[in-house]
């Protein structure tokens, strides 16, 4: 059974941080997990993933402001996004991924959820 739940988001100001939610089955949860955003015009980016273990990579534009972390548990994934700016405005996905980070379910993405910042 595929659950990928992605919430959190929200409209902001520059300077602004949001917190994003990825609530998976538990199958699915087991795998490294990761977020992606997609902004119009653009094509699809990982911004951050973090393994079963926990151990965390980040595309280079995030790396210092967003902070990934999954709570085993609950099957939630997290990231915290802190110092948006209007680069940083799209829709964010999350994913189950293999160890090379390409995704269990290229086809199947949900609604995603929408960050917008903006002055």
């Known amino acids: 059974q595929v659950q990928l739940v992605a919430s959190g988001g929200g409209s902001v100001h520059p300077g602004g941080s949001l917190r994003l939610s990825c609530v998976a089955s538990?199958?699915?949860?087991?795998?490294?997990m990761g977020w992606f955003r997609q902004a119009p015009g653009k094509q699809r980016e990982l911004v951050a993933a973090?393994?079963?273990?926990?151990?965390?990579h980040y595309e280079a534009s995030v790396k210092g402001r967003f902070t990934i972390s999954r709570d085993n548990a609950k099957n939630t994934m997290s990231l915290q996004m802190n110092s948006l700016n209007p680069e940083d405005t799209s829709v964010y996905y999350c994913?189950?991924?293999?160890?090379?980070?390409?995704?269990?379910?290229?086809?199947?993405w949900g609604q995603g959820t929408q960050v917008t910042v903006s002055s």
């Open positions: 994913n189950a991924l293999y160890s090379d980070y390409t995704t269990f379910f290229p086809d199947y």
């Open positions: 538990a199958s699915i949860f087991s795998n490294t």
């Open positions: 973090i393994s079963s273990g926990g151990s965390t």
